[in-house]
């Protein structure tokens, strides 16, 4: 049967006693050495799609693991042909996972979503610029064709809009990076303006939470979302 891989660690690691994994019913972890090190494994589950469970399974087994230090984890559904597979590839790489693993060493990932609160930040675009706000409000009164190079107002301020969020996402980046050992900035979804990652050592967490919290109190149109401490997955290359 295939071999299901959760993440890596030290060879010295103990699995927590009895941890299940994916599938259903839950397969038993188990430890699989090779090159001074341990993947934490479990059997692959066949023929079946995975499930929310399966998802919600992977990422206990690693954040259990890492409660006793570090843990490479790999992203969920890393399949292997058997065990003897994972043991050689633990030996073939032993040195870039044993890297790897000394830079997560006492770090824990925390990802931010940033977002404008719309009016908050409709109200910060316009004083900043009296010329705009003019503008604007000239375009709201009836019969008024107020236009700049072929742009409505309208179209004005939300060129405007646009460019503070490019703005925002590199002031709340190079706010917060100075918390972190390293950052990972990702492309924007859907309603946020920035998408970012910061591998933060444990001792720094309170100091880094705070310094979110200041950068709200600073700036109230920005709107974020803190996840973490979570296990490093932005930060591993793909093993």
């Known amino acids: ?141 009836p019969g008024d064709g107020a236009h700049e190079e072929g742009r409505t107002p309208e179209e004005l301020l939300a060129r405007a809009v646009a460019d503070r969020e490019r703005t925002d996402a590199d002031l709340v980046e190079r706010t917060l990076a100075p918390y972190a050992a390293a950052t990972v900035r990702r492309p924007e979804g859907a309603g946020s303006l920035a998408d970012l990652s910061f591998l933060v050592e444990r001792e720094r967490r309170d100091e880094f939470l705070e310094a979110v919290r200041a950068l709200h109190q600073e700036h109230e149109h920005l709107r974020e979302q803190v996840m973490g401490p979570l296990p490093p997955y932005s930060f591993v290359e793909e093993a």
Request: hydrophobic content about 40%; aromatic content about 4%; some cysteine.
């Open 1 to 141: 049967m295939s071999t299901y891989v959760y993440g890596i660690a030290p060879a010295d690691r103990k699995l927590p006693d009895g941890i299940e994994g994916i599938g259903d019913p839950p397969r038993p972890v188990r430890a699989v050495r090779g090159g001074g090190l341990v993947a934490l494994c479990s059997d692959a589950t066949t023929g079946k799609r995975a499930e929310r469970r399966d998802l919600l399974a992977h990422q206990h087994v690693v954040i259990e693991a890492g409660r006793e230090g570090p843990v490479l984890p790999l992203r969920f559904g890393r399949i292997s042909p058997d065990d003897a597979t994972v043991a050689a590839i633990l030996e073939e790489h032993h040195d870039v996972y044993a890297e790897r693993l000394r830079a997560l060493d006492g770090k824990d990932e925390f990802n931010l979503k940033v977002h404008h609160d719309e009016e908050a930040v409709l109200h910060a675009v316009l004083a900043d610029d009296p010329d705009l706000m003019a503008r604007h409000a000239a375009g709201r009164t």
